[in-house]
């Protein structure tokens, strides 16, 4: 098919899904692992081949500019999803515990079942000199990106998710409160520690040619996202045109893209740092916000057939490496959710906590089909532990936040919805679900 007919084809059927869904599934639960499937079908890995090898080349720029507005979008919701901070300290700690936790265990599994080829750059992360013996424990430098991208993939969260658990049994109360926000800030905490990461990758990649330090290519990255936000801002002005407001964000998004690609980062964090500057420095972010919303699921519709598409099967006891991810993942999840709880005052501590939040929409799968970019040889593995997780975490993640809310009392089985507080909460649950993350 040509190329153009067949990206016209994709839009508006990512378009037309997205209102059948809002019009006639609202009262659902729609998780979007159905178009990962849907993906593969198209992609390669069948016949008849529909989305080929050179036609997801070409379609590598769109695939940019759709992770740079979700990048951007989560960037704009920074300011409330940081909110109140005592949440956003509970909920930062659990996801950088959980990074850590999963990424080591990723990278002592690759590690076990791939190994690295001889030829093949490695590191040392710990040396003991034992009598006249000398230990070092090192290992791949590729299995390192990797571990890393794994666990930024695992501590996202869907905030969509549990707003559709919560709409669908009109719950309401502080554990749905702290559930939504923990989900929003392992969305913020995962794009920037990931960004880390390629940023890490990038300055060790050319320090035989740059010799540039990786602070450089941190300042550089934080840098070009800060100026687009603020270059943002000065464009507009004191401009009120919803139109020329929309062109503006679109011109951003479309040149931080570009320059992320550049950089050799993901857009997505360039975009989220330009989009954080315009959150806290611009009168239109609101606006621009609700604006934008209305296109991020039928860019998650996308990004998830391309990564379906991209999908190439592994070998091996390779295939552990999904069902491992789910488990490990929700071992941490639950105990770093509770201990954060535990640790930070005036939180309410639940022990079940992380089971509500085992639900990981589309943000995760931005993750993977940026770093199958950026690290094109690593590919099959990333995508088919990650999207492999996403899709058996999703079959039961309705079910735990629905018993975890029950549990709490806080569905319409145990209060009836008549107070302002469960107005407020309910209104909470519908903006998120504006965002589409499904």
């Keep these: 098919m040509n190329p153009t007919l067949l990206l016209v084809v994709l839009v508006v059927f990512s378009f037309a899904i997205s209102r059948l869904l809002s019009r006639y599934a609202s009262r659902f639960a729609v998780s979007g692992i159905e178009?990962?499937?849907?993906?593969?079908?198209?992609?390669?890995?069948?016949?008849?081949?529909?989305?080929?090898?050179?036609?997801?080349?070409?379609?590598?720029?769109?695939?940019?500019?759709?992770?740079?507005?979700?990048?951007?979008?989560?960037?704009?919701?920074?300011r409330s999803s940081l909110r109140p901070a005592n949440v956003a300290l509970g909920g930062s700690i659990a996801s950088m515990a959980l990074i850590g936790l999963v990424a080591a265990a990723a990278f002592a599994l690759l590690e076990t079942l791939?190994?690295?080829?001889?030829?093949?750059?490695?590191?040392?992360?710990?040396?003991?000199?034992?009598?006249?013996?000398?230990?070092a424990l090192e290992g791949s430098v590729d299995h390192l990106w990797l571990s890393l991208a794994i666990g930024c993939a695992a501590a996202v969260s869907s905030p969509v998710l549990i707003a559709r658990v919560a709409s669908l049994h009109r719950a309401r109360g502080p554990i749905l409160d702290l559930l939504l926000s923990y989900a929003k800030?392992?969305?913020?905490?995962?794009?920037?520690?990931?960004?880390?990461?390629?940023?890490?990758?990038?300055?060790?990649?050319?320090a035989g040619q740059t010799h540039l330090p990786i602070t450089i290519w941190v300042a550089v990255t934080v840098g070009v996202g800060i100026l687009l936000g603020l270059l943002f801002n000065l464009f507009i002005g004191r401009e009120r045109d919803e139109l020329r407001i929309y062109l503006a964000a679109v011109g951003t998004v479309t040149f931080a893209s570009g320059t992320g690609s550049a950089l050799g980062v993901s857009p997505l964090v360039v975009n989220l740092i330009a989009g954080f500057v315009v959150s806290f420095t611009s009168r239109h972010a609101t606006r621009l916000e609700t604006t934008l919303m209305p296109i991020r699921h039928p860019i998650l519709v996308l990004l998830r057939i391309f990564a379906g598409a991209l999908w190439a099967p592994v070998h091996g006891l390779l295939w552990l490496l999904a069902p491992a991810y789910v488990a490990v993942r929700i071992i941490v999840r639950w105990f770093t959710s509770w201990s954060s709880t535990w640790m930070v005052?005036?939180?309410?501590?639940?022990?079940?906590?992380?089971?509500?939040?085992?639900?990981?929409?589309?943000?995760?799968?931005?993750?993977?089909?940026?770093?199958?970019?950026?690290?094109p040889e690593q590919a099959p593995i990333a995508l088919t532990t990650i999207l492999g997780g996403?899709?058996?975490?999703?079959?039961?993640?309705y079910g735990a936040v629905r018993?975890?809310?029950?549990?709490?009392?806080?569905?319409?089985?145990?209060?009836?919805?008549?107070?302002?507080?469960?107005?407020?909460t309910r209104t909470r649950s519908h903006r998120v679900l504006d965002g589409g993350d499904r």
Excluded at 118 to 133: K, T
Excluded at 346 to 373: D, M, T, Y
Excluded at 403 to 422: F, H, K, N, V
């Design 185 to 206: 800030v392992s969305q913020l905490i995962a794009i920037a520690i990931f960004g880390g990461t390629l940023v890490w990758a990038r300055a060790a990649e050319s």
């Design 35 to 78: 178009y990962i499937f849907l993906g593969i079908i198209l992609g390669p890995q069948l016949r008849p081949v529909i989305l080929s090898a050179e036609a997801l080349d070409k379609f590598a720029p769109l695939i940019n500019l759709l992770l740079g507005l979700v990048g951007f979008l989560l960037g704009l919701r920074a």
């Design 403 to 424: 018993r975890i809310l029950a549990d709490a009392g806080e569905t319409d089985a145990a209060i009836e919805p008549d107070s302002a507080s469960a107005s407020r």
């Design 345 to 375: 005052r005036k939180l309410p501590s639940v022990p079940r906590l992380g089971l509500g939040l085992v639900g990981q929409g589309g943000l995760a799968v931005a993750i993977a089909l940026s770093f199958a970019q950026r690290f």
């Design 114 to 135: 791939i190994g690295a080829p001889p030829d093949a750059e490695r590191f040392q992360f710990y040396s003991v000199l034992i009598g006249d013996n000398y230990l």
């Design 390 to 397: 996403i899709i058996l975490s999703d079959l039961w993640s």
